[in-house]
């Protein structure tokens, strides 16, 4: 029970932030204009600024266990692969296709994942979702960009693979991270400069920005959710919901925990397990819904796969939690 109850206080937030955007949305607190600069100014400020803030605050990067970090960056790519065979096969829309790709692999690790797994494994768990967060974000970036691009082209003409390269280097979300990784090496490879040390009113002003990303990017998400759509793309709904909170944990830890158990190539232990529980097992990122429409793709469905994972996946990591506590391993 304790447990779920866990569960239930991980993902509950969320939930009701989303619940408050829609209720507020209903009430005509918002209207479609302000949803509309409030959703670009997430996307182009807040949340860049949050993943430079959460990269920045990496302890040190010189205790790598990189082990598990090429193996989860290994499993990112794996199910991305797997997940653009899936939409091949049975999503026919192409404005859907790349959304239900970011399903299968990019899960909401900024705003659950790095609490998540504090809350699992404690501090030593905290510092391994750390350094996990400085090579998945980045990668879940890429990635996303990538597939959304490669499905959304002009009417008859081929994928632009400089386009895609153009629209990686230009994306708010992957220079804010890239910002973050370049003042976290020059904090831990030279004693000259600390933004958080030697600029300290900076980095407040910043760390403020951040805090306000996540909130607002949920609230504004239940606004723009709408339950009348679900009729139109349930199939969709389904498949990446299943993908997120059922098939890419399950095939991301069970490889791992096989890795462990039979050929100790990585270390699955009360430390680095609730990062990959966070990094495999959190639904679908709420950044996936603003750069879908921010990049042509059908936003829509990017806020219905946001909001039913998340409910969904208060079942799936309680019983997570409960397999791995149970092999003692948690």
């Known amino acids: 029970m304790d447990t779920l109850f866990f569960a239930l206080n991980a993902i509950l937030p969320i939930i009701l932030l989303i619940a ?32 430079f803030v959460n990269v920045y605050k990496i302890e040190s990067i010189k205790d790598i266990d990189w082990a598990v970090v090429l193996y989860s960056v290994l499993m990112i790519i794996i199910v991305f ?6 939409v091949l096969l049975f999503v026919p829309d192409d404005r859907r296709k790349g959304v239900v790709v970011q399903a299968t692999f990019r899960s909401n690790y900024a705003i659950i994942g790095i609490p998540l797994a504090t809350a699992l494994g404690g501090v030593e768990a ?60 020059i904090r831990n490879y030279t004693t000259a400069f600390s933004l958080k040390e030697d600029i300290p009113f900076l ?17 504004i998400l239940g606004a723009d959710f709408e339950f009348k759509a679900i009729k139109s793309m349930y199939k969709e709904i389904l498949l990446g919901v299943t993908w997120k909170i059922l098939l890419t944990p399950i095939l991301s830890l069970s490889v ?60 799936t990591i309680f019983l997570f939690v409960v397999f791995f506590k149970n092999v003692g391993l948690l």
């Open 20 to 51: 408050l955007g829609y209720q507020l949305k209903r009430i005509n607190m918002f209207n479609r204009g302000f949803l509309k600069v409030a959703n670009s100014f997430v996307f182009r400020v807040a949340l860049p600024v949050l993943l």
């Open 203 to 219: 980095f407040k002003a910043i760390s403020d920005v951040a805090v306000i990303a996540s909130p607002l990017a949920l609230i």
């Open 81 to 86: 692969i797997l997940g653009i065979i899936c």
């Open 256 to 315: 791992g925990y096989l890795l462990f158990k039979q050929f100790e190539v990585i270390n699955i232990s009360a430390e680095t397990l609730p990062g990959l529980i966070a990094l495999f097992g959190s639904p679908v990122a709420v950044t996936s819904a603003v750069m879908a429409g921010e990049m042509g793709s059908d936003e829509e469905l990017a806020a219905q796969l946001v909001v039913w994972s998340s409910i969904g996946s208060v079942i």
């Open 126 to 185: 905290t510092a391994i979702a750390s350094i996990l967060s400085a090579f998945s974000i980045p990668l879940f970036n890429v990635l996303a960009v990538i597939g959304l691009s490669v499905f959304i082209k002009e009417e008859g003409k081929p994928v632009s693979y400089i386009g895609i390269l153009k629209n990686i280097a230009k994306n708010p979300l992957i220079i804010g991270v890239m910002f973050g990784l370049l003042a976290l090496v």
